[in-house]
């Protein structure tokens, strides 16, 4: 669905995004995860045909940026980062008036207001003007304002801030809707729980994509899954290990304490066949579970080393 080849964007003298390159599928959310300043927001600008790139070159929905960037922002939806929304117009009149701009007429536009102001729970506020409104109201009108045209592919910058959790989680039960529906999502924000509970895939970037994984993978950083089995009872864990190198599946194992820590490439699969063997060997097992770096100590790690790089080129 999406699509960017070497995307770059220079401001003057300042490049704000260079070589930017990944995909997106259909019904995938695609997370990019970074600091502020990091070049998120310009990413979204120029694959929503709001900007044009200085090099590269893109397609969304099988449209190609730069020729066809007047059909791409028909057909994407878009949630900035502020709002902008008519502080003397109401809700209902903000989104009528931005449904009109993307064709929609009469009871399908009324209809589609009506919908999304139920959707981001709003339906009783709709006749007051967005001026009077609390920040995380107007974030609830600019995400129905970006989803009133149904379309194909969404951008969404920084969708639940100033949501207090309630609201939050919302947003997230519907963004995972849109994923089922068919719809490709790219979440830009610098939330790591959020980029962890929503989406399929993340990017981390700083200035351009460092790493592009799961979810899960990124934790891993390539290595080994290091799995931790719990004992308990006379058997010290230790006594397990040369079982443990008979398992095909197992990469490696120590005693620590008053457990095992075992490798394996893919826990789901293969960690019932580590604790049936143990348990027919005696083992008495009070918990199994993963043990990977967060999510946050692996961005850490890159984003740090990503402007240590930065500096010394400076330098």
Request: some cysteine; proline content about 4%.
């Amino acid at each position: 669905m999406i699509e960017s080849l070497g995307l770059t964007k220079h401001f003057g003298s300042l490049t704000a995004v260079h070589d930017l390159s990944f995909r997106v599928g259909d019904g995938e959310i695609f997370g990019i995860l970074g600091p502020n300043g990091a070049g998120k927001t310009t990413s979204v600008r120029m694959l929503a045909g709001l900007i044009g790139p200085s090099q590269g070159s893109a397609r969304v929905n099988g449209l190609e940026l730069g020729p066809d960037s007047q059909r791409i922002r028909a057909t994407t939806g878009v949630l900035t980062e502020a709002p902008g929304l008519h502080d003397k117009l109401t809700a209902r009149q903000n989104l009528g008036y931005y449904g009109r701009l993307y064709g929609l007429r009469g009871a399908n536009l009324r209809r589609a207001v009506d919908r999304y102001l139920g959707i981001v729970g709003l339906p009783d506020a709709g006749d007051r003007r967005v001026g009077g409104f609390s920040k995380g109201m107007r974030q609830k009108v600019a995400i129905a304002r970006a989803l009133l045209h149904e379309p194909e592919v969404v951008y969404l910058d920084e969708p639940t801030s100033a949501l207090d959790p309630s609201a939050a989680k919302l947003v997230r039960d519907f963004v995972a809707t849109l994923r089922d529906a068919g719809r490709s999502i790219v979440v830009c924000t610098h939330n790591l729980d959020e980029a962890e509970r929503l989406c399929d895939r993340i990017g981390i970037m700083r200035g351009t994509l460092l790493l592009v994984d799961t979810p899960a993978n990124l934790r891993r950083q390539g290595r080994s899954a290091q799995v931790r089995v719990d004992l308990v009872g006379a058997r010290r864990p230790a006594s397990f290990l040369d079982l443990m190198a008979e398992l095909p599946f197992v990469e490696g194992a120590q005693a620590v304490d008053g457990s095992l820590r075992v490798e394996v490439q893919d826990p789901r699969g293969d960690n019932p066949e580590l604790v049936r063997t143990l348990v027919e060997a005696g083992a008495r097992i009070v918990s199994v579970a993963e043990e990977v770096a967060t999510l946050e100590q692996v961005y850490l790690d890159l984003v740090g080393e990503a402007a240590t790089r930065d500096r010394d080129v400076v330098a």
